[in-house]
C-alpha cells in the first residue's frame, strides 16, 4: 500500500500570497496518478488536479500541479479568499487501496 | 444537473447493520465504477469499497472486509453498500464517489456526494 505524506500539516497565509503544499509517497507512483482535492468547512471534496499536473474542468488557472515519482506539489499562485480549506493529494491507478495524504490546512494569518 | 445523492445514514449501536444508497442523475450510471469513500469526524479521507460499471471488479479496505458489501443496480441509477458488524470506528460521513473510468481502479474521482453520516456508539 502506498502511503502518502502532505506537509505541512497546517499553511497559514494572506490573500495574495502564494501557496506551496507537499505531497511524499512512500513509493513510486506509477505513471504520475495523483491527484488532488480541495475540501471547504462542510462540503464534499472537490476534484482539482488529476495526472499531477492537469487541471479539472472549471479550476481556476491559479491552481498547479507538478511532480513525479514519489515527490508532488500543489500550488496556488495568487491566494484568493476562497481558497483557505483542506487539500488532500490521491494516489490511484495501483491495485486498490486508493489512498489518500492526512491533508494540508490552508487558513488565513 | 449531475449529482449523487446518498441516503440511509443514521444512529446505530455496535454489532447492528446499515443500508447506505446513492441515487445518481444527470449522468449515464453504468458507464462508470463508483466507490464509497469515508470521513471520520475531523479526520481525513478513507476509501472503503470500489465497484466497477458491471458489477465484475469489486474491491474493499482491509477495515472493512467481510463485514460491508458493495452493490449497484445500473437498471435503478443506484448503488448500496450493506454495512454489518458496525464498530465504533466506522463512525464517519460516507460519501458516494464517481469515477472517471469504468473498470475501478485506473482513474480519479470527478463528482462526489453530500455525504450521510453514520454514528455508531452504545
Same mark, same amino acid.
Given at each position: 500500500?502506498?502511503?502518502?505524506?502532505? *506537509?505541512p #500539516?497546517?499553511?497559514?497565509?494572506?490573500?495574495?500570497?502564494?501557496?506551496?503544499?507537499?505531497?511524499?509517497?512512500?513509493?513510486?507512483?506509477?505513471?504520475?496518478?495523483l491527484?488532488?482535492y480541495?475540501?471547504?468547512?462542510g462540503?464534499a471534496?472537490?476534484?482539482?488536479?488529476?495526472?499531477?499536473?492537469?487541471?479539472?474542468?472549471?479550476?481556476?488557472?491559479?491552481?498547479?500541479? *507538478?511532480?513525479?515519482?514519489?515527490?508532488?506539489?500543489?500550488?496556488? *499562485?495568487?491566494?484568493e479568499?476562497?481558497d483557505?480549506?483542506?487539500? &488532500?493529494?490521491?494516489q490511484?491507478?495501483?491495485?486498490?487501496? &486508493?489512498?489518500f495524504?492526512?491533508?494540508t490546512?490552508?487558513?488565513?494569518? | 444537473?449531475?449529482?449523487?445523492?446518498?441516503?440511509?445514514?443514521g $444512529?446505530?449501536?455496535?454489532? !447492528?447493520s446499515? !443500508? $447506505?444508497?446513492?441515487?445518481?442523475?444527470?449522468?449515464?450510471?453504468?458507464?462508470?465504477?463508483?466507490h464509497?469513500?469515508?470521513?471520520?469526524?475531523?479526520?481525513?479521507?478513507?476509501?472503503?469499497?470500489?465497484?466497477s460499471?458491471?458489477?465484475?471488479?469489486?474491491? &474493499?479496505?482491509d477495515?472493512?472486509? #467481510?463485514?460491508?458489501?458493495? *452493490?449497484?443496480?445500473?437498471?435503478?441509477?443506484?448503488?448500496?453498500?450493506?454495512m454489518?458488524?458496525?464498530?465504533?470506528?466506522?463512525?464517519?460521513?460516507? &460519501?458516494?464517489?464517481?469515477?472517471?473510468?469504468?473498470?475501478?481502479?485506473d482513474?480519479?474521482?470527478?463528482?462526489?456526494?453530500?455525504?450521510t453520516?453514520?454514528?455508531?456508539f452504545?
Amino acid at each position: 500500500e502506498i502511503v502518502l505524506m502532505q *506537509s505541512p #500539516g497546517t499553511l497559514s497565509l494572506s490573500p495574495g500570497e502564494r501557496a506551496t503544499l507537499s505531497c511524499r509517497a512512500s513509493q513510486s507512483v506509477s505513471s504520475s496518478n495523483l491527484a488532488w482535492y480541495q475540501q471547504k468547512s462542510g462540503q464534499a471534496p472537490r476534484l482539482l488536479i488529476y495526472g499531477a499536473s492537469s487541471r479539472a474542468t472549471g479550476i481556476p488557472d491559479r491552481f498547479s500541479g *507538478s511532480g513525479s515519482g514519489t515527490d508532488f506539489t500543489l500550488t496556488i *499562485s495568487r491566494l484568493e479568499p476562497e481558497d483557505f480549506a483542506v487539500y &488532500y493529494c490521491q494516489q490511484y491507478g495501483s491495485s486498490p487501496p &486508493y489512498t489518500f495524504g492526512q491533508g494540508t490546512k490552508l487558513e488565513i494569518k | 444537473e449531475v449529482q449523487l445523492v446518498e441516503s440511509g445514514g443514521g $444512529l446505530v449501536q455496535p454489532g !447492528r447493520s446499515l !443500508r $447506505l444508497s446513492c441515487a445518481a442523475s444527470g449522468l449515464t450510471f453504468d458507464d462508470f465504477a463508483m466507490h464509497w469513500v469515508r470521513q471520520s469526524p475531523g479526520k481525513g479521507l478513507e476509501w472503503v469499497s470500489g465497484i466497477s460499471w458491471n458489477s465484475g471488479n469489486i474491491a &474493499y479496505a482491509d477495515s472493512v472486509k #467481510g463485514r460491508f458489501t458493495v *452493490s449497484r443496480d445500473n437498471a435503478k441509477n443506484s448503488l448500496n453498500l450493506q454495512m454489518n458488524s458496525l464498530r465504533p470506528e466506522d463512525t464517519a460521513m460516507y &460519501y458516494c464517489v464517481k469515477d472517471v473510468g469504468a473498470s475501478g481502479w485506473d482513474w480519479w474521482f470527478d463528482l462526489w456526494g453530500r455525504g450521510t453520516l453514520v454514528a455508531v456508539f452504545s
